[in-house]
T-cell receptor
Framework: KNQVEQSPQSLIILEGKNCTLQCNYTVSPFSNLRWYKQDTGRGPVSLTI?????NTKSNGRYTATLDADTKQSSLHITASQLSDSASYICVVSATGTASKLTFGTGTRLQVTL | AAGVIQSPRHLIKEKRETATLKCYPI?????VYWYQQGPGQDPQFLIS???????DKGSIPDRFSAQQFSDYHSELNMSSLELGDSALYFC????????????FGDGTRLSIL
């Protein structure tokens, strides 16, 4: 069964600090992995999308890594801001099933003063 | 930049009534996806359309139907509504391709009384 697990479930950090969110998946055959940011009551917003051959991708203060061998990904947030408070969802797509995304459980990040 | 537009944002219905949710994709996007997100749950894929044809089907109940029109907007029709249908319904669009990011709308919150 395709699964995506994220850790930690929740995280509280001080503004300006860095943090790293983890994602482990068992989706096969792997097509791509996406990180989304979801504010409460809003639709998920794509941060990065990575295919098998990519092992790192940055989007501003967000840097995602992918290790296709160990089936792990991480999202590193640098110099966090209050507006980074949201849920971060790891989503994995299997080859041949463009529409069938497997969503992770998400990490709820709270950035405080 | 134009985003995915969903309407209405909020909808209240009673059991056994019908509802129609609308989704207007980003201009030139040819693929539309529908997701259902229950309280505290991951978004669950319902159905997708590519170039006005159904391209994939997920956990969409038989009471629901959907279509994509010639202008690429999509409608999700829901009949015989049940209490369990109360959820946030997201629409996403993409410009084809398995590795293209899905851009999500802000969702329609459906409440069944």
């Amino acid at each position: 069964k395709n699964q995506v697990e994220q850790s930690p479930q929740s995280l509280i950090i001080l503004e300006g600090k860095n943090c790293t969110l983890q994602c482990n998946y068992t989706v096969s055959p792997f097509s791509n992995l996406r990180w989304y940011k979801q504010d409460t009551g809003r639709g998920p917003v794509s941060l990065t999308i990575m295919t098998f051959s990519e092992n790192t991708k940055s989007n501003g203060r967000y840097t995602a890594t992918l290790d296709a061998d160990t089936k792990q990904s991480s999202l590193h947030i640098t110099a966090s801001q209050l507006s980074d408070s949201a849920s971060y969802i790891c989503v994995v797509s299997a080859t041949g099933t463009a529409s069938k995304l497997t969503f992770g459980t998400g990490t709820r990040l709270q950035v405080t003063l | 930049a134009a985003g995915v537009i969903q309407s209405p944002r909020h909808l209240i219905k009673e059991k056994r009534e019908t509802a129609t949710l609308k989704c207007y994709p980003i201009p030139r996007h040819d693929t539309v996806y529908w997701y259902q997100q229950g309280p505290g749950q991951d978004p669950q894929f319902l159905i997708s359309f590519y170039e006005k044809m159904q391209s994939d089907k997920g956990s969409i109940p038989d009471r629901f139907s959907a279509q994509q029109f010639s202008d690429y907007h999509s409608e999700l029709n829901m009949s015989s509504l049940e209490l369990g249908d109360s959820a946030l319904y997201f629409c996403a669009s993409s410009l084809g391709g398995k590795s293209q990011p899905q851009h999500f709308g802000d969702g329609t919150r459906l409440s069944i009384l």
